[in-house]
């Protein structure tokens, strides 16, 4: 049996402010061609694979680009600090809001927290995209209709993020 190693997946917490108040979350519905998961057809937050010679937010970037045509307005956790270039390595400094492993399907998954701008589309990766408050994300984790991995990342932030989204 083959340990393939995966790279480090990164998760986008994509937050807005809302109208009436609080905060909504994006989630997408998976639906990618060579999905090797059983979790094809779940919600999740929008993701990928962190590329070589690519900074977390840089992969942050790209993903949300790739997945929901959207683009990152700032971070408000997980993003990257000032690098740092030695002989043999170039290292930039990150505090992902939250760190999962899955050690069943051998994911890493470095959750950061973005504001975003612009309308979400549908993609060959992801499509159903729409927005969920406080309420409505604990209804569906409840419910266990959202990808394993992203969970300990709503769960953290719902537990931990205020009423308001600072503008």
């Known amino acids: 049996m083959s340990h393939a190693l995966q790279r480090p997946v990164v998760c986008i917490l994509a937050v807005r402010p809302r109208g009436s108040g609080g905060f909504e979350v994006l989630l997408q519905?998976?639906?990618?061609?060579?999905?090797?998961?059983p979790y094809n057809g779940f919600l999740e937050l929008p993701q990928g694979k962190v590329n070589r010679n690519e900074s977390l937010t840089?992969?942050?970037?790209?993903e949300l680009a790739e997945e929901a045509g959207l683009k990152v307005l700032r971070f408000l956790a997980g993003g990257d600090a000032h690098a740092f270039v030695a002989e043999t390595s170039e290292l930039a400094a990150s505090q992902p809001f939250v760190c999962v492993t899955d050690t069943m399907q051998n994911h890493i998954g470095l959750c950061v927290i973005a504001e975003i701008t612009g309308d979400a589309?549908?993609?060959?990766?992801?499509?159903?995209?729409?927005?969920y408050d406080r309420h409505e994300l604990e209804k569906l984790i409840a419910a266990k209709r959202l990808f394993?991995?992203?969970?300990?990342?709503?769960?953290?932030?719902?537990?931990?993020?205020?009423?308001?989204?600072d503008a």
């Open 148 to 165: 394993p991995l992203n969970v300990p990342m709503l769960r953290k932030f719902l537990d931990t993020a205020p009423d308001e989204v």
């Open 29 to 37: 519905r998976r639906t990618k061609a060579n999905d090797d998961t």
């Open 58 to 62: 840089q992969a942050a970037r790209r």
């Open 121 to 131: 589309q549908a993609t060959s990766e992801a499509s159903g995209h729409r927005w």
